[in-house]
């Protein structure tokens, strides 16, 4: 039978989590905890579905700016490319908060016994120790783009002490994401995306460790982790948004098969693989991004982390037992043992 439980945090993996365990009959104390988020996020097709499909919401992107292009220049002695892309421009404070209305649930003290807890914000006290694979920092401003600049497009640029991301928002105004340097000593370096930017309206109005991190533990008896509280990505790969809501919805699966007896051990053994499988696919997606961005000490340093975080999870890996339980639709399933030939 569905149980309480507490949710500590107000970011997307939160709010997912919290929608789909109300949904299935859960008693929820939510604690919300962080300051209101300015970020713009580019959320690709596959991220978009999900999103519409958990909060059963088809008109949840229909307003916003299309990204039909990616336009990349990459490495030392690069050409320009100009790729297709089909992502959607969103403001992240508009999007929780349209997300949170559908989302009913009282917000009071923590229950003296929850059955789970669920912690997704990153400055619970209680949370293990991070593992942390680089140094980059990365900062976000925000830009007028210059007149001639297409609103259909946003720009990716590697340079000789970091990397530019440049994403249009609308009104001719654009967020400009640095990792390295700050804004304006790479925009003096830039080929790409400096045309593109007619002036800097608020620099770094936000600055974040861009290098990824793990908990050494993911989850534990009676509670998980779940979005930025788990883990963080780096921006570059643009996997975070869809990476929350699929760690929500692992997340709401356990909780549903613990409900219904099934063993809460081997429940969160199978949650920790899959979060340390699902961490070491991004390393190794951004490997070959830093391998091939330049020559320089930010890209070697961060090039060494990146490997080194690969050999750590790789090893974790080697001690985690196989899958027990597979999706289901938004259900876990046990997987059966193979039968041995006769």
Known sequence: ???????????????????????????????KTGPPKPARLLVGVPTQSLLREIFRAPDLFAHAPRIRRRIVRWGAHAQ????????????????????????????????PSPAWSLVASPDFAA?????????????VATV????????DACWVESLPDGWLFLLPSGESRGALIATG????????????????????????????????RILA??????????????????PLCGEGVGHAARVALLAAAVLQAAARGESSASLLAHYSTRLLQGFLRH????????????????????????????????????????????????DLEPIAPAVAAG
């Open 217 to 234: 533990e993911v989850c534990g008896p009676g509670w998980l982790a779940l979005g930025s509280a788990a883990m963080t990505f780096d």
């Open 283 to 330: 390393l190794e997606v951004c490997l070959p991004f830093y391998r091939s961005g330049g020559q320089g000490h930010f890209w070697k340093n961060e090039t060494a982390a990146l490997e080194r975080g690969i050999a750590w999870a790789r090893q974790r890996l080697r001690r985690h037992a196989p899958f027990q339980y597979r999706f289901s639709g938004y």
């Open 80 to 111: 320009t490319l100009e790729l297709p892309h089909r992502g959607l421009v969103v403001s992240e404070m508009d999007l929780l908060d349209r997300l949170w209305r559908q989302t009913s649930i009282a917000t009071r003290e923590p229950s």
């Open 127 to 139: 949370l293990p120790a991070l593992q942390s694979f680089g140094a980059r920092q990365a900062s």
């Open 1 to 31: 039978m569905p149980a309480h439980l507490d949710i500590f945090g107000d970011g997307l993996a939160a709010c997912c989590a919290a929608h789909l365990l109300v949904d299935r009959g859960f008693s929820i104390s939510l604690h």
């Open 181 to 212: 340097y700050a804004p304006e000593s790479l925009l003096e370096q830039s080929l790409l995306a400096a045309p593109q930017i007619a002036r800097i309206e608020s620099a770094a109005l936000r600055a974040f460790p861009a290098f990824p």
């Open 144 to 151: 007028a783009l210059a007149a001639n600049a297409p609103q």
